[in-house]
């Protein structure tokens, strides 16, 4: 299929975010998970597990502990630019830029990607995508390696400043600390 791609490139027309929102309106995608990325519509791994428990637990963390004047959206489409839309596992949003909310959240203080399958994409062209898009803190939590990759001061397609925090620390975002000993505690096997 690559191939097929790569000798197809110049003549292959991208998906603006408005038909594809369009279309999802239509109901083309009802039976399907996918995100615009690059004007190209992209399947979604089904994840499930501890993918599962880790984005279900810091939706509960966070909602908890936030001030009343943020929200956490889960699994969301984000509006990062006019050729894509990703869909962040965690996002947290103002309340007041909630009310502009029309098809997808347009500005976050932070965002989260729980990482699995999704890794390769997640630390590369999703951390382009928000950096793009100012959004002022991009989180991977990666499964994979047991970490977790902090991304802040976005500067054109790049993070300024990239931590990477292992299992047994902390780490705070929007006046909130994730414990990330439990974190990954909920992805390892039963």
Known sequence: ?????AELSSTVRPISRREFNAWAAEGWFADEQVELIDGVIVTMAAEGGPHLKVVMWLNNHLARAL???RMVGVSHPYAVSEWSQPQPDVAIVRTADFER??????AAELVIEVAHSSRRRDLSIKTRLYAEAAVP???VVDLVQRRLVIHTEPAGDRYATVRTLDPTAAATAVGVEVDLSTLFGLAEPA
């Open 1 to 5: 299929m690559s191939d097929v791609l």
């Open 67 to 69: 001030a009343d004047d």
């Open 101 to 106: 909310i029309t098809d997808a959240v347009a």
């Open 137 to 139: 803190e991009y989180w």
